[in-house]
């Protein structure tokens, strides 16, 4: 509840960084009385457009899924509804810990949600609002086995890479885990975990997002996890580190490291 406001970093290397302070807050959200969290940024159309939870809500509260937007990735962004974009529980999922995702015909799908279950919605062209499925449904679930919260998709060689974390945020056993499928919808069979508690390292490592170099194509993870001796299971720092696929195109598991990747070229 105390987190109400939110900074941007920039790397160009991944070792030198650029912070940018309160990017948004909740004075700028009306809607939104407690935290905010869980960003996902991406770009369309020359402008950033930034999605985010807010309020932990529960059913019959105002919360859930807002959007803003900027010229800059840095902000300073304006919501762009003045209201959520999903508010409701639906399949019993929270709408928090949203991912937008652009698939290869341009079709933007934003995979959310925790207490356990995951859907995955069509967005409009302007963000604005929900494109309901062929079947007319606005809403497909798509939780797989052991999902908590935090979904992810990557799209690599033609592969849908499904992500999500599982476990208790707040212990050891927080975790990531993946599938693969033909299809941004699933079915999402789970394969394994690909990061979890190192206990010469960290602990309680999850809620994850990926990111490529444009100019290497190397692939990195960036995560938070608990730092050693931490009492508090809120106590977590973001992390980086090189994320690794077999000859298969398996995801092979994370070494985690305090030093991080090596410089690289953004």
């Not at 939104?32 to 019959?60: I, Q």
């Not at 409701?88 to 959310?112: H, L, R, W």
């Amino acid at each position: 509840r105390e987190q109400t406001s939110m900074d941007c970093f920039s790397t160009t290397d991944l070792k030198h960084w650029t912070k940018y302070e309160n990017i948004i807050d909740t004075s700028e959200v009306k809607w939104a009385w407690g935290a905010m969290w869980a960003p996902s940024v991406l770009r369309k159309d020359g402008k950033y457009y930034l999605f985010f939870g807010a309020n932990d809500v529960h059913e019959g509260e105002t919360g859930g899924i807002g959007v803003a937007v900027s010229d800059r990735p840095e902000g300073p962004f304006k919501d762009l509804l003045g209201r959520p974009l999903i508010n409701e529980i639906v399949n019993g999922a929270q709408p928090i810990d949203q991912y937008v995702f652009t698939d290869k015909d341009g079709s933007c799908y934003m995979y959310y949600g925790g207490w356990g279950h995951c859907n995955v919605v069509r967005l409009s062209d302007d963000f604005t609002s929900l494109v309901p499925f062929p079947d007319g449904k606005l809403y497909r679930e798509v939780t797989p086995e052991n999902y908590t919260e935090g979904p992810f998709m990557l799209l690599k060689d033609g592969k849908y890479y499904f992500m999500w974390s599982e476990g208790d945020w707040t212990k050891d056993n927080y975790r990531v885990a993946y599938a693969i499928s033909e299809s941004p919808f699933g079915p999402f069979r789970r394969i394994g975990t690909i990061l979890e508690s190192d206990p010469a390292v960290g602990t309680g490592a999850g809620h994850h997002s990926v990111v490529q170099s444009s100019k290497t194509g190397e692939y990195y993870i960036v995560y938070h996890r608990h730092p050693l001796g931490a009492a508090d299971g809120n106590d977590r720092v973001t992390c980086i580190e090189e994320l690794h696929f077999d000859s298969m195109g398996k995801i092979l598991p994370v070494k985690m490291t305090f030093s991080g990747p090596a410089p690289a070229t953004f």
